[in-house]
């Protein structure tokens, strides 16, 4: 090759080399040179910021499996190298571990670099935080939670609504009774005690289903001050 041709060639290769620098800098996302042994070579800004890591320190002495959760890290060496090694990258969602401790859900792209004869010489990585997406999707989860919850009350509270209503049928029967009762009832004081004790809990039990209904409609409910006392005192005849 001619000493002009060859002078272009380098250029242009330095030159291409200068670009894929700089969109590599330019990324927020991280990315990695791996060798075949699994230590790092090569880190972006966008790397070192993420794994919060100096950017004087020699990386070079750092495995990136180090960087995994021990779950991520079985499934790398397992799965995704192989993947690589086999069809030339590999996609998955890995746990990245910070150097203070955060663990940071990841989407990743494992890319095997081969030479011409088909051995891989190195890898490389390319990983996305997916922090906020991650949120997103628990926050969707809850909503959804909360809307089969709220589901969930509507239908009691119709079930409580239908109850209701068939139990103030039954109610009014047994205070109707109760209140003939009262009116043929001879002068036998624990008769008519038994009857207006009848009488009187019916119209709570009475009371108490109409509450049901009340918020099985969905109707504003007016709090009322009660006297305990009073409502202990009724109850000792149960």
């Known amino acids: 090759m001619r000493d002009w041709q060859f002078e ?11 670009r894929q620098l700089a969109i590599t800098e330019a990324t927020t996302d991280l990315v990695a040179t791996i060798d075949i042994d699994g230590f ?6 966008a790397g070192y910021e993420l794994l919060e890591l100096d950017e004087e320190e020699n990386i070079r002495q750092l495995r990136w ?21 086999r069809c030339g990258t590999s996609s998955s969602e890995v746990d990245l571990v910070t150097v203070d401790g955060t663990v940071i859900p990841g ?3 494992l890319i095997a670099h ?3 004869l ?6 490389s990585v ?6 906020t997406i991650k949120e997103a999707e628990n926050e969707r989860q809850n909503l959804v939670e909360q809307l089969h919850q709220s589901q969930k009350v509507e239908t009691v509270g119709r079930l409580a609504g239908g109850i209701a209503h068939d139990f103030n049928n039954l109610m009014a029967v047994i205070m109707g009774h109760a209140e003939l009762g009262l009116l043929n009832v001879s002068s036998e004081e624990a008769t008519k005690n038994a009857l207006e004790t009848i009488l009187d809990f019916s119209q709570k039990a009475a009371r108490l289903a109409s509450q049901l209904l009340d918020i099985s409609s969905k109707q504003m409910i007016k709090p009322q001050v009660l006297s305990l006392n009073e409502i202990l ?3 000792e005849q149960l």
Do not use: H
């Open 40 to 45: 790092l070579i090569k880190l972006n800004s």
């Open 65 to 85: 499996v180090g960087f995994y959760t021990e779950e991520s890290a079985s499934a790398f060496i397992n799965c995704e190298t192989p993947n690589a090694f």
């Open 118 to 123: 088909g051995n891989v010489e190195y890898f």
């Open 233 to 235: 005192s009724s109850s």
């Open 107 to 109: 989407s990743q792209v």
């Open 126 to 131: 390319i990983l996305r935080d997916i922090r």
């Open 8 to 18: 272009r060639t380098s250029r242009l290769a330095k030159a291409q080399r200068a």
């Open 114 to 116: 081969k030479d011409s």
